[in-house]
């Protein structure tokens, strides 16, 4: 790119991003997104820098670029440079981990960027001066995947604006917009997108890693509802992703995560109708009941509409039944189902089949047709994964029958060191598996249920004991894991679990294409991450 075609990108960004500070929604009324606070996620470090995830030196020259060096790149932005010579360096990078278990790792510089003219800057200067990028983009990434060893991390956490055409069931977005906040300002248009279920999650990484939503046996994963995504790559140049354009590297955003090699600004969304009608039924059993209840549950959801969301819980129980509990330590089975209907008539039939089975009748507590909407849902996994907390996390996606992994898990789960912490695995309804595999997109999930073990707790001084039994209950799960989702996955923690994550033929598709885009390797890719 010459300096001209440089200065003539950066204006016409400009004037881009200016129509979205306005924050003009097109088609009616629209509250702002605000950008909300990040905090914490969980990990240390793996060493490996290329693209692949094959370990060698990092990439990065800063020995050879002093702080005055880094004038010419503030000079162009309106963002921030940070240094590690600034005063609140260690609390930037701090922040831009949402667990509290930080990573040992430490970038260069961080760049706070307030537009997308000013991400080109900073890719740029970075690949001028030989520096390997990675993007903050506000998500959880449990095991603290913004923060690389060496080199430049790109924040956009000021990137957080967003269009609605309601007439077109269409959005635009920015990447740092949370789940709430999009949740939110579509419903005051009637409208949905497949949002996450954690409420502070940001788009960006939620919808790059797959987006593993709310009714997702409907609607199915985020990231087939992503029509187009505006990307600055690696040698500076701003496109568009789509159906018809740059379509190699649209297969391979939806599903990349973090090991995305551009860096993306907007995502052009397609929204759906607002399930105006969305209703939950959520039942409490003894953890002696595990076995039955599991496979009552999973036999009953193959007669629900696949609009239902079906999930099994291991999770502290309520006050109200904690006494019934204390043989399991206080904790209970939670049967949760949440019917995403048009009408109250439509949802609670959905629902009927679980409450007419057999197993209703010996529950401690049950819950039924509770009135809900994506915002009380949001409140609702937030409070059950919370801010501010010490996290340890592993997925999988299986085919395995659930009750056989889940009676392999009760009895050491009931030991947790902390009362916090939670497994989950969300079932398959209706006539398809949960999880289908789909060729237009590199997420390559293939699965009848998905779900996971979330080790949650507030104290540093509790960090071995709980990583203990945390490893333990990953290799409990082991036997039945078919693949990872790579947004819940600790890569850090074992490197292998990124191909893992991975159908062999698309692996092997998406590091075509990441030669394609990025030849020289200016983005870090999965590497970066050095093994504590």
Known sequence: MTEHDAAAATNNLSEADKHLSRRQFIGGTAAAAGALMLHGLPVSAAGSNSASGSTHAANSKIAAISDKSFDALRSKIKGQVVTPSAADFAQVRSDM????????????????????????????????NKLKVVVHGGGHTWCGLAIREGGMTIDLGALNEAQIDKANKKAVIQPVISNRDIGHMLAEQELAFPIGHCPTVKAS????????????????????SVEAIEFVTADGKVVTASATEHTDLFWAARGVGPGMFAVATRYHLKCYDLPKAIRSSTYWYSLADLKEVATEVVELGRKMPDKVELSIFLIKAPDSIADKCKDYNGFCCMIASVAFGMTEEESKAALVPLANGKMPAKALMKSLNDTDTFAT??????????????????????????VDYLMALRDKFVQAPSIQSVVVFCQSTGDRPLLVPDPNVSLSMDATSYGGIWTIFKDAKDDEANHAWHKEMVALLAPYTNQHYIGETDIVEDHKRIKESYAKDKWERMEKIRAKYDPDGVFFGFGGLKKA
């Open 377 to 402: 849902l949001a409140e609702k996994s937030g409070d059950a994964w919370p801010e501010n907390h010490r996290n340890w996390v592993e997925n999988q996606c299986s085919k395995a029958n659930p």
């Open 205 to 224: 990484g939620y919808l790059l890693n797959g987006g593993m939503s709310w009714n997702m046996g409907h609607w199915g994963p985020a990231c087939q």
């Open 97 to 128: 981990v949402w667990n509290q278990i930080k990573p040992d790792r430490s970038p260069d510089v961080i760049v706070k960027v307030k537009d997308t003219a000013d991400v080109v800057e900073a890719v740029n200067f970075a690949r001028e």
